[in-house]
Nanobody, 114 residues
Framework: VQLVESGGVLAQPGGSLRLSCAAS????????MGWYRQGPDNVGRGLVG????????QYGDFVNGRFIISRDAAKNTVNLQMNNLEPGDTGFYYC????????WGQGTQVNVSS
């Protein structure tokens, strides 16, 4: 499985960004895709949001309704719409894919700063 990430970079506090991740290469019909992030302290990767092929989703506690995760099944793509961004959202965001395999994207930088 290959994951190609796009979006992110820079936003002001209160602004929005959209991240996308396209999966390719033998994608199973049942899988979970999503995003994790690693903050500037580089202490592990925390859950941002995931969504299964059943459309069941899960968010990290810090999201508080600010982000929306969605997927385009036909394109094997997962999107993360991030609204009302805060400086604490700064970090490296990694796309994640899981079925009987696990795969990570290379990551994309998100900076939230005025």
């Amino acid at each position: 499985v290959q994951l190609v990430e796009s979006g992110g970079v820079l936003a002001q506090p209160g602004g929005s960004l959209r991240l996308s991740c396209a999966a390719s290469g033998g994608i199973s019909l049942v899988n979970v895709m999503g995003w994790y992030r690693q903050g500037p302290d580089n202490v592990g990767r925390g859950l941002v949001g995931t969504i299964a092929t059943t459309e069941t989703n899960q968010y990290g506690d810090f999201v508080n309704g600010r982000f929306i995760i969605s997927r385009d099944a036909a394109k094997n793509t997962v999107n993360l719409q991030m609204n009302n961004l805060e400086p604490g959202d700064t970090g490296f965001y990694y796309c994640h894919f899981r079925d009987w395999r696990e795969c990570w994207g290379q990551g994309t930088q998100v900076n939230v700063s005025s």
